[in-house]
C-alpha cells in the first residue's frame, strides 16, 4: 500500500519536475525541478525495490535459515544516484552564478538575447 503510494507520488513529481524544466525561464528555478526529478526518480528505485518481510544484510544472532534478507544492490545504486545527483545540482549551481556573473540575470532567454547581440 505505501509501495503503491510512494510509486505514484514519484510519478507525479517526474511529470511536475519535467514541466517546470521546460516552462520556466529561470536557471534557478529550473535546478530546482531538475532536484525534484532526480528525488522522485530515488523515490520510485525505493518503493520499487522495497519488500515486505525483509530484513536489512545484517549478521545478528538469529538463525540464518529463518531470515529473509533484503537485496543490498538497489540500496547501493540509491545512494549512488543520489551522490551523483548532489553533484550535477552543484555544478548547475556554479555555472549559474558564473553566467550571473557575466550577464547580471539568470533569465535564459534574456542571456540569448545578449549572445544573439554580441554575436552580430
Not at 530546482?32 to 530484513?55: D, K, N, P, Q, W
Not at 536489512?56 to 537485496?71: K, N, V, Y
Not at 551523483?84 to 550571473?100: A, N, P, Q
Amino acid at each position: 500500500m505505501i509501495s503503491e503510494a510512494a510509486v505514484y507520488a514519484s510519478l507525479i513529481g517526474v511529470f511536475l519536475g519535467t514541466l517546470g524544466m521546460l516552462l520556466t525561464p529561470n536557471m534557478i528555478k529550473k535546478i530546482l525541478a531538475l532536484g525534484i526529478v532526480e528525488t522522485s526518480v530515488t523515490l520510485f528505485y525505493t518503493a520499487i525495490s522495497s519488500m515486505s518481510g525483509t530484513r536489512a544484510p545484517i549478521i545478528s544472532s538469529l538463525p540464518m535459515e529463518e531470515l529473509q534478507f533484503a537485496d543490498p544492490i538497489p540500496q547501493a545504486v540509491i545512494i549512488t544516484s543520489i551522490v551523483i545527483g548532489f553533484t550535477i545540482l552543484s555544478l548547475l549551481l556554479v555555472f549559474t552564478i558564473m553566467l550571473h556573473n557575466r550577464y547580471h540575470t539568470v533569465d535564459v532567454i534574456l542571456i540569448e538575447k545578449i549572445l544573439e547581440g554580441e554575436e552580430e
